[in-house]
């Protein structure tokens, strides 16, 4: 009987512990979904179904797609794997076909483009390890040819069935990534950086006619080159900044040819080559396109033994060349304005310009400069219209139309958010008055008296206009924008429960966004041309720290961005109003840079005067700066309790600095060094607790009523570490993983341990006293989580404040491991206001969904065998398993897909977490952990109870006049 007691006991609390899911009508009430496709690399139109309906595209986040023209919305999209066999290398489409070649040319794939039905895949080589890249040209109604690095395919384009394959020489470390069809030709160009070009040919049967070797020692790995279809080879190279021509036919040595003799000079580190959108005429076939800087292009026009400048242009940043009926047209593009773009068509045959197709276009600086222009031009009743679509030095995609309107626009960098942060919103200009008078010292008692009167008699004013508008009915939409404007101005307040916020994203393009909460529309945008990550472990980071939040009025609030700046090298930082987007301060539109290279940076909790946290900087020369400059006199004055750590992945060190005055700065002197034996493992993770955390309870009450205390150490953080055993006699079978608790401030390593045969990647939450990760078990060919909780014991040390210097006895370390069904990619846990609600974990799964939960299912402490103090205590029986509900997934049929992050963040209201995830989508909802215990339901009957309290008043208004009559009538007896 005692083991149905304990599983009995178990699923009573489970079921109490259960997440309840949404009904149908709320699907959508309070989260929202946005799904992206990427930075698209190769676009093409649709010719399967009308021409221009739809847009086909492969992007950098391994995946094909369709985009319906006319609203810019996705019609389908395949997701390919996630690792370097999941990168497209090349893309063709002709008719009805469009075949893609992936992962160093390793599967072919052929989908249908009105769908995006799979017909047919072939792997061409099993190896995993090519370092090639793969090239794939449609070669005729029922023919297509495959460039891998083990030779040349020849499938049916319906069935996939292999024709013959041409083997390549595998000799010299070359490299083939070009495929050219010349009439009854096909060649193969591969490189050998700083070596040489090689070139075979052969005919339509795969009967090899030529191969050679043609020196060029000037050639890299990163060498720009173009390959025409009339056997030309051209290069740029960056060395002396010259061109150099190869006719793959005959030539046998690269011919150079000065940019100066065709009239051009590189402006910059930005020259490459491009083909031109024009294949079905001469002019596509003989005709390149010279990028010479971001907005400086020229057309050449190149044979098999020169080169010829057909066009400059000066200030065109996009270029795109098609055919209508026998008129060959040249689009352009430039920037016209900060707000507007300029499109110019010209005859590409006679050079004059086609007054008809140019135009202006709305286009503001926030998108940068266009790049890369794809259009489809028709003639309708003997006009000339066009449909074009832009792409951005943003990655944003946009729709234009004759007229030169926007139709549509996706902002594509949203699939590559770093640095996430949810910042209230302001109070109302009524609040603000209130804030205002409060904060008041030198008004007397009777100018505050007349200023509380009018604001209240305002907000009486307000909302007596309110209430008549409400019985109006519904206003015309058109009556007057201003009446929109001052809605949305409006809805930018702060709410009753301070549920809707600003999200403030940071993406890998150099684009900052402010998105609503209720919706996630774009309410701002900024573009850094120069901004680009950080990369540490292997992985890119931004940092977005809160300087001050809107609750010190009137001080506007400020978030800071720190990067790189991708020029120079050094750090990069934009100082901003995160409501408004608008630097603040002086810093320029383009950044600040900061003048030296960030090795370390974090926000000190201090703040000066009007609130402000300033931001402290380590350079690689061990130097101490801060922001703003005049924050330095905030640090020298809590200069004895500055610390700082770096970990370096790359020498596998740890290290704590102490700031100390020198001259009249502040450097950083080592006081501390771990050595984690970089050719042994490799640090992966570097976790810290995150600023202003909300810690409601000390300690932890059990069964017999006494208190385990929490080992609460703001300075304690966690470092995973991955590495391979060297002993090891079967290859990646002695994997291990590390992790260890350090304190930042003097170097301790609190507690450390090893999982063997055990391998990443590792996702960890530090939150309390409390660590959460997760690993692979190659032994047991499963995935587990472990949780680690550290304890003072059951006497507090210091109840007051914690210091690394006197820190109590070595804690008391409890850890548990756990079975995982699914694979994790991203975790988190929820936060709230004061930290009173029980929290849950989030976790992203490979499956597109998010599992929220609750703390108690990882407990350390769940017993196998239950006794008396356990179950008054309430902790859930051990078993290895974490169970899994559907009803545990906070987005439902809204699967997420390729996500790579989750952030969590307080609401006004004590029960309620906001989630916001990100990855190739968005997606945004609310969360109970503990349900909400502090808000009634949505369900709740107010009428009834209204009329309930009604009915009570006037009970006891009538009983105690009745009350009063009979005590008077007994007094007169």
């Not at 052929?110 to 995993?128: H, I, M």
Request: glycine residues 8%; neutral net charge; contains cysteine.
């Amino acid at each position: 009987m005692t083991g149905e007691k304990i599983v009995a006991a178990f699923l009573i609390i489970l079921n109490l512990l259960a997440v309840y899911g949404l009904y149908e009508d709320q699907a959508g009430k309070f989260d929202w979904r946005q799904q992206y496709v990427g930075r698209i690399d190769h676009l093409f139109w649709d010719q399967s179904v009308t021409l221009g309906k739809r847009i086909l595209v492969a992007t950098d986040q391994h995946l094909v797609a369709a985009i319906h023209s006319h609203n810019g919305s996705i019609a389908w999209r395949k997701i390919q794997e996630d690792d370097e066999r999941g990168i497209i290398d090349a893309i063709d489409h002709q008719n009805n076909a469009l075949v893609t070649i992936s992962g160093g040319g390793r599967f072919v794939r052929n989908w249908q483009p009105s769908s995006g039905s799979l017909y047919w895949e072939v792997e061409t080589f099993k190896s995993s390890e090519s370092g090639s890249r793969g090239d794939v040209r449609i070669y005729s109604k029922d023919e297509v040819l495959a460039l891998a690095q083990t030779g040349i395919y020849k499938f049916n384009l319906h069935n996939g069935k292999e024709k013959w394959t041409l083997q390549l020489p595998t000799k010299d470390n070359v490299v083939f990534e070009k495929l050219v069809l010349q009439g009854s030709n096909i060649y193969a160009v591969g490189r050998s950086p700083s070596a040489n070009v090689m070139v075979v040919s052969a005919d339509t049967e795969g009967t090899l006619k030529q191969q050679r070797s043609v020196p060029a020692a000037w050639i890299k790995e990163d060498t720009g080159c173009e390959i025409l279809d009339i056997g030309v080879m051209l290069c740029y190279d960056d060395v002396s900044k010259n061109l150099q021509l190869l006719s793959l036919e005959s030539g046998q040595v690269f011919v150079e040819i000065e940019l100066q003799e065709l009239g051009l000079s590189a402006g910059g580190n930005t020259v490459s080559l491009e083909k031109l959108g024009l294949h079905n005429s001469d002019h596509g076939k003989s005709h390149l396109l010279l990028r010479l800087g971001n907005d400086h292009m020229a057309i050449l026009k190149v044979s098999k033994d020169r080169i010829q400048l057909v066009k400059d242009l000066p200030k065109v940043s996009a270029v795109y060349v098609t055919k209508v009926d026998d008129l060959d047209i040249l689009l352009t593009l430039h920037r016209a304005s900060k707000q507007s773009i300029l499109l110019v068509g010209y005859d590409l045959a006679s050079g004059g310009e086609i007054t008809e197709l140019s135009q202006s276009i709305t286009f503001p600086t926030t998108h940068g400069l266009p790049i890369k222009l794809d259009a489809v031009v028709v003639k309708k009743n003997g006009r000339l219209a066009y449909k074009a679509v832009v792409r951005s030095e943003d990655q944003s995609l946009q729709l234009i139309q004759k007229s030169g309107r926007v139709s549509w626009k996706r902002e594509e960098a949203l699939a590559t958010v770093l640095a996430v942060e949810m910042v209230d919103f302001p109070v109302s200009e009524n609040q603000a008055k209130y804030e205002d008078e409060f904060g008041a010292q030198k008004e007397d008692i009777v100018s505050m008296f007349v200023k509380r009167f009018t604001t209240q008699f305002q907000q009486l004013k307000n909302q007596a206009i309110h209430q008549m508008q409400k019985l109006q009915g519904h206003r015309h939409h058109g009556i007057l924008e201003t009446d929109a404007i001052e809605e949305e101005e409006e809805e930018l307040t702060r709410d009753e429960f301070n549920i809707n916020k600003m999200i403030v994203v940071v993406t890998a393009a150099g684009k900052i966004y402010g998105l609503r909460s209720t919706n996630g529309l774009v309410q701002w945008s900024v573009y850094l041309p120069e901004l680009v990550a950080f990369r540490s472990n292997d992985k890119d980071k931004m940092l977005l720290f809160v300087q001050r939040t809107t609750a010190h009025f009137p001080n506007p609030p400020q978030c800071a961005i720190v990067g790189k700046n991708k020029v120079t090298g050094h750090g990069l930082l934009y100082a901003f109003n995160p409501i408004s987007g608008q630097p603040v301060g002086d810093v320029p539109y383009g950044g600040l840079d900061l003048g030296y290279n960030v090795k370390q940076a974090y926000m000190i909790g201090e703040v000066d005067d009007h609130f402000l946290r300033g931001i402290i900087f380590l350079d690689d020369q061990q130097k101490i700066h801060t922001y703003p400059e005049a924050f330095m006199s905030v640090a020298m004055d809590i200069l004895p309790s500055i610390f700082m750590y770096t970990a370096d992945s790359n020498t596998g060190f740890l290290k704590g600095f102490k700031a100390r005055q020198k001259d009249k700065g502040i450097s950083a002197d080592t006081v501390w060094s771990i050595n984690l034996q970089k050719k042994q493992q490799s640090i992966t993770n570097v976790v810290g607790k995150r600023v202003l955390e909300q810690v409601h309870s000390q300690g932890r009450v059990l069964g017999d009523r006494s208190v385990l205390y929490k080992y609460m150490n703001p300075n304690l953080v966690v470092v995973t570490t991955e590495g391979e055993e060297s002993s090891s006699l079967t290859k990646g079978g002695n994997n291990f993983v590390n992790i260890y608790l350090v304190d930042s401030i003097t170097g301790h390593i609190v507690f450390h341990a090893s999982h063997k045969k055990a391998r990443g990647p590792v996702n960890v939450v530090h939150v309390e006293n409390w660590v959460v990760y997760d690993y692979f078990n190659q032994k047991a060919r499963r995935h587990e989580i472990a949780v680690i909780e550290l304890f003072e014991g059951k006497e507090q040390g210091n109840s007051t404040a914690f210091s690394s210097f006197t820190a109590p006895m070595e804690p008391l370390v409890l850890r548990q491991s756990y079975i995982m069904p699914v694979h994790i990619t991203a975790m988190d846990v929820t936060v709230t206001e004061k930290g009173i609600t029980s929290r849950s974990l989030l976790f992203a799964m490979t499956a597109g969904k998010i599992l929220s939960l609750p703390k108690a299912l990882l407990d350390p402490r769940r017993p196998v065998i239950p006794s008396p103090e356990t179950m008054e205590e309430g902790t859930i029986p051990y078993i290895p398993e974490i169970p899994i509900s559907t009803e545990m997934m906070v987005n439902y049929y809204q699967s997420v897909d390729k996500i790579r992050g989750i952030h969590s963040s307080p609401a006004g209201l004590e029960s309620t977490s906001l989630v916001f995830v990100y990855g190739l989508d968005l997606f945004y909802t609310r969360v109970t952990p503990s349900r909400m215990f502090d808000v009634l339901k949505e369900d709740f009957d107010f009428y009834f109870i209204s009329l309930v309290l009604l009915g009570m008043f006037l009970v006891t208004f009538i009983t105690q006049k009745l009350a009063s009559r009979k005590a008077l009538s007994r007094a007169w007896k």
